[in-house]
């Protein structure tokens, strides 16, 4: 297919595509003449993934570029591409006072006494849960031992099933990109669930 086909096809401008063409979010068509080219099946897939990070996920285009590029790259393993993207989408909220590290250090404590979590101290996302646990209790709104639990279990679910599908999928591409999938897209899905349990639970306790 020629670009204002894959345009069509895809609901991708003709110039988004040709700015992710030059990218390398895309990789480039088969040259039929010096201003023309032939797309394909797997640009259409490609296309509708970078499509679904970016306005979906939220990514910027430098940060899906490098988690592409693991997905790509044969030579990284299924693992490093899933910490690659923790690692690119893993915001940090910024230094909160020791004391509230330290807080949050306990909350970690037992979150990963509770769940048996085995994840290395400098684990980008280890950071992340720190930083966001810190400033909660700057706030006065640290969670008790009980939401922590429901919390991680919570987490737990929601990885088992992640890495469920990656083990459904065939080959280490289509494996790669479902890891990709689940982590960024699932982010977003899992939070809305959160927000449509939250109304329905809230309804049930307190309307009226």
Do not use: F
């Amino acid at each position: 297919m020629r670009v204002s086909e894959l345009s069509r096809s895809s609901g991708v401008p003709v110039a988004t595509i040709k700015y992710y063409l030059r990218e390398n979010l895309l990789h480039r068509g088969e040259t039929t003449s010096p201003n023309q080219a032939r797309y394909d099946d797997t640009h259409l897939r490609r296309l509708r993934l970078v499509r679904a990070l970016v306005e979906v996920g939220g990514l910027p285009v430098a940060t899906v570029r490098d988690v592409l590029a693991a997905v790509d790259d044969p030579g990284v393993d299924l693992h490093s591409v899933l910490g690659r993207t923790v690692s690119a989408i893993t915001r940090d909220p910024g230094a909160a006072d020791e004391r509230a590290v330290g807080d949050a250090d306990t909350d970690l404590a037992t979150i990963t006494s509770h769940t048996g979590w085995r994840v290395h101290d400098g684990a980008p996302a280890l950071a992340g849960a720190r930083s966001v646990l810190a400033r909660m209790h700057e706030l006065g709104q640290a969670p008790g031992e009980d939401t922590l639990r429901a919390w991680a279990d919570a987490a737990d679910r929601a990885a088992e099933g992640d890495l469920l599908a990656v083990r459904r999928s065939s080959g280490r591409e289509e494996a790669a990109e479902t890891a990709l999938v689940g982590t960024v897209l699932g982010d977003a899905l899992l939070a809305s669930l959160r927000r449509v349990a939250q109304e329905s639970r809230s309804a049930q306790l307190y309307r009226g």
